[in-house]
């Protein structure tokens, strides 16, 4: 049974900082390139950040990466999301998700994530006070 299990979420004031970690199981995840998405209550979903398979290298939406910085150990099939200097409108549901694709980045610039990414987990909480 694939699945991608989510923590570290929580509350926060604004400035703080949080780590999201995301253990995957049931699939190998060296084969599936890795991406942190979040939805806000009454918006769209959208990607935050992706890290290739192929190269480990990693890829950002732009208005959150000065802030946000992705990573994985491929040793303990979890990838990471630090969040740092949070702030109100950071509040939301936090996904992580596993692509087969080789070359995330191409998902991200076509906002394709829909259709590229073939396990999603259940997501975090993730609230910022003022």
């Known amino acids: 049974e694939v699945q991608l299990v989510e923590s570290g979420g929580g509350l926060v004031q604004a400035g703080g900082s949080l780590r999201l970690s995301c253990v995957a199981s049931?699939?190998?995840?060296?084969?599936?390139?890795m991406g942190w998405f979040r939805q806000a209550p009454g918006k769209e979903r959208e990607e935050i950040s992706c890290i290739n398979k192929s190269d480990g290298s990693t890829y950002y939406t732009d208005s959150m990466k000065d802030r946000f910085i992705i990573s994985k150990d491929n040793g303990k099939n979890t990838v990471y999301l630090q969040m740092n200097n949070l702030k109100p409108e950071d509040t939301a549901v936090y996904y992580c998700?596993?692509?087969?694709?080789?070359?995330?980045?191409?998902?991200?610039?076509?906002?394709?994530?829909?259709?590229?990414?073939?396990?999603w987990g259940q997501g975090t909480q993730v609230t910022v006070s003022s």
């Open positions: 998700a596993a692509s087969s694709t080789a070359w995330c980045q191409y998902s991200l610039l076509n906002k394709s994530f829909w259709y590229d990414y073939d396990y």
């Open positions: 049931g699939f190998t995840f060296d084969d599936y390139s």
